[in-house]
């Protein structure tokens, strides 16, 4: 799958010898580098991940406001532009998730060592420092380089478990004295940017995410990867960090590589989408509308919810790079509802990140931007092209690995809801199992919503192919 996309799925006998000769992380000493390590610095990743790019921490102010401070893996200090190693993470630029193999866009050496903001050492990296009012807005911004320290290596699951007071909080909080207390003024902090932007128009949008699980090296099942308030923590940061590096470029003079989400084309389907769930929406792209009918269509009906949301994320239409000259207007984000958006916080995992942060440190030095305007706009479409790829090897080996997991289940019954209806076939979605597949018996008149009880009748893991037919409806 990776080689007919496109991808290089391993790493060139030129790379092995590069990394022979990086013997450790940089330990760069130069004055302009400040020493943040004595801060309560701390990760929240998935529970398995050790490409680490970002850590967080937050002080309160007199105010009632606060300062939120995202550390950014400085993977450029081990990276040489003109290296082979950053030739194949050009080319690929980014890594490829799958239930399969992990593809990392750079050898794990660095990824999730050397570059990683690892637990208990120091690394380098790029800060961003936002003062946040009470009211959600950034009221101000800095970025600069710094040594940092991760205090607390901690996963989404066990700490929004503990942040909704259904569990103890872990161990590697309890460990840190303060730390509890500092990721509640995060989580705090992080509502109220999350509740700022969608009083702006940013949308609500939940989709089914599955996430492999593994008994050593054994696919045993695909969990629900449900969105809660440790990934917000993150999500609404990281938002508000590539927000303000946009600013920081813009202030120095700099080009950038932004994240944009155009105007929907499709705007009067949206509309149709809306009026059959009985709601109005303005002629002309509205998204202070559309999360307004959004938000109420979730409360209505969540269950119904996910397929609402993949049916708009479609009709918006695919986020793309685009390439920014000084002073130039960026077409902004829909979704985010921010006009000035770029991917800077994940440089281990995405080739536009690490690009971001070459036009990071060359404005902090005074020196002229190390891409020419032709330059960036090359790399922003072959970003915009691979990272569509990448989805797309994602998709169908998370598929295939469904049907690989169903195939013992041939014969059972399962409860599932329509998810599509038209010439090209019948779709539903299992409640209690994140896999789709196509109705090949029973699927007259069944319509987009509709509850149903569906077996199970083929499974074919090759192609990623899961066969149901009715036996009732719901």
Same mark, same amino acid.
């Given at each position: 799958?990776?080689?007919?996309?496109?991808?290089?799925?391993?790493?060139?006998?030129?790379?092995?010898?590069?990394?022979?000769?990086?013997?450790?992380?940089? %330990?760069?000493?130069?004055?302009?580098?400040?020493?943040?390590?004595?801060?309560?610095?701390?990760?929240?990743?998935?529970?398995?991940?050790?490409?680490?790019?970002?850590?967080?921490?937050?002080?309160?102010?007199?105010?009632?406001? !606060?300062?939120?401070?995202?550390?950014?893996?400085?993977?450029?200090?081990?990276?040489?532009?003109?290296?082979?190693?950053?030739?194949?993470?050009?080319?690929?630029?980014?890594?490829?998730?799958?239930?399969?193999?992990?593809?990392?866009?750079?050898? &794990?050496?660095?990824?999730?060592?050397?570059?990683?903001?690892?637990? =208990?050492?120091?690394?380098?990296?790029?800060?961003?420092?936002?003062?946040?009012?009470?009211?959600?807005?950034?009221?101000?911004?800095?970025?600069?380089?710094?040594?940092? #320290?991760? *205090?607390?290596?901690? +996963?989404?699951?066990?700490?929004?478990?503990?942040?909704?007071?259904?569990?103890?909080?872990?161990?590697?909080?309890?460990?840190? +004295?303060?730390?509890?207390?500092?990721?509640?003024?995060?989580?705090?902090?992080?509502?109220?940017?999350?509740?700022?932007?969608?009083?702006?128009?940013?949308?609500?949008?939940?989709?089914?995410?599955? #996430?492999?699980?593994?008994?050593?090296?054994?696919?045993?099942?695909?969990?629900?990867?449900?969105?809660?308030?440790?990934?917000?923590?993150? =999500?609404?940061?990281?938002?508000?960090?590539?927000?303000?590096?946009?600013?920081?470029?813009?202030?120095?003079?700099?080009?950038?590589?932004?994240?944009?989400?155009?105007?929907?084309?499709?705007?009067?389907? /949206?509309?149709?989408?809306?009026?059959?769930?009985?709601? *109005?929406?303005?002629?002309?792209?509205?998204?202070?509308?559309?999360?307004?009918?959004?938000?109420?269509?979730?409360?209505?009906?969540?269950?119904?919810?996910?397929?609402?949301?993949?049916?708009?994320?479609?009709?918006?239409?695919?986020? =793309?790079?685009?390439? %920014?000259?000084?002073?130039?207007?960026?077409?902004?984000?829909?979704?985010?509802?921010?006009?000035?958006?770029?991917?800077?916080?994940?440089?281990? #995992?995405?080739?536009?990140?690490?690009?971001?942060? #070459?036009?990071?440190?060359? !404005?902090?030095?005074?020196?002229?931007?190390?891409?020419?305007? +032709?330059?960036?706009?090359? /790399?922003?479409?072959?970003?915009?092209?691979?990272?569509? &790829?990448?989805?797309?090897?994602? *998709?169908?080996?998370?598929?295939?690995?469904?049907?690989?997991?169903?195939?013992?289940?041939?014969?059972?019954?399962?409860?599932?809801?329509?998810?599509?209806?038209?010439?090209?076939?019948?779709?539903?979605?299992?409640?209690?199992?994140? +896999?789709?597949?196509?109705?090949?018996?029973?699927?007259?008149?069944?319509?987009?919503?509709?509850?149903?009880?569906?077996?199970?009748?083929?499974?074919?893991?090759?192609?990623?192919?899961?066969?149901?037919?009715?036996?009732?409806?719901?």
């Amino acid at each position: 799958m990776m080689i007919e996309h496109g991808f290089r799925p391993d790493f060139s006998p030129r790379i092995t010898a590069e990394l022979d000769h990086i013997k450790g992380p940089s %330990e760069s000493t130069e004055g302009t580098i400040r020493d943040l390590t004595h801060l309560l610095w701390c990760s929240i990743d998935n529970d398995e991940s050790r490409d680490l790019d970002q850590l967080t921490v937050a002080e309160a102010l007199a105010s009632g406001a !606060a300062k939120v401070y995202v550390a950014i893996a400085d993977v450029d200090a081990l990276v040489d532009p003109s290296s082979a190693i950053d030739d194949h993470a050009r080319f690929n630029t980014t890594s490829v998730y799958t239930p399969a193999a992990i593809f990392t866009m750079l050898p &794990e050496k660095l990824s999730t060592d050397l570059t990683s903001l690892g637990f =208990e050492v120091n690394r380098l990296a790029i800060v961003v420092e936002m003062e946040i009012g009470e009211d959600g807005s950034q009221v101000r911004s800095d970025v600069y380089r710094a040594s940092v #320290r991760n *205090r607390a290596k901690l +996963a989404y699951n066990s700490v929004a478990a503990w942040l909704d007071k259904k569990a103890q909080p872990p161990t590697a909080i309890s460990n840190v +004295a303060g730390l509890d207390e500092n990721l509640q003024l995060q989580d705090r902090v992080a509502r109220k940017l999350k509740s700022r932007r969608h009083t702006q128009g940013a949308l609500s949008l939940e989709t089914v995410q599955a #996430r492999p699980v593994f008994d050593d090296s054994h696919l045993m099942d695909l969990s629900f990867d449900a969105q809660n308030r440790a990934r917000d923590i993150i =999500e609404d940061f990281m938002i508000a960090a590539n927000s303000a590096v946009v600013h920081f470029l813009a202030s120095h003079g700099s080009p950038s590589i932004r994240r944009v989400v155009r105007t929907p084309k499709d705007w009067s389907h /949206i509309v149709t989408l809306a009026a059959e769930r009985g709601a *109005r929406l303005p002629a002309q792209p509205d998204s202070a509308a559309l999360e307004h009918f959004l938000s109420n269509a979730q409360a209505a009906d969540p269950i119904r919810f996910p397929d609402l949301s993949l049916s708009v994320i479609k009709l918006i239409g695919a986020g =793309e790079y685009v390439a %920014e000259p000084p002073g130039g207007a960026s077409p902004g984000h829909f979704g985010l509802a921010v006009e000035d958006y770029t991917h800077s916080t994940a440089p281990n #995992r995405r080739y536009p990140d690490l690009t971001t942060q #070459r036009l990071i440190k060359a !404005a902090l030095e005074g020196k002229p931007s190390p891409y020419g305007g +032709a330059a960036l706009q090359v /790399i922003a479409r072959h970003c915009t092209e691979m990272s569509n &790829e990448a989805k797309k090897v994602e *998709r169908q080996v998370m598929k295939s690995a469904a049907a690989l997991l169903l195939k013992p289940k041939i014969g059972r019954m399962f409860e599932s809801i329509v998810t599509g209806a038209s010439d090209k076939g019948t779709w539903v979605r299992l409640l209690d199992f994140p +896999a789709e597949g196509k109705l090949v018996r029973g699927f007259d008149g069944k319509t987009v919503g509709q509850r149903l009880r569906v077996k199970l009748v083929a499974a074919d893991e090759e192609r990623g192919y899961i066969d149901f037919e009715a036996v009732r409806n719901g």
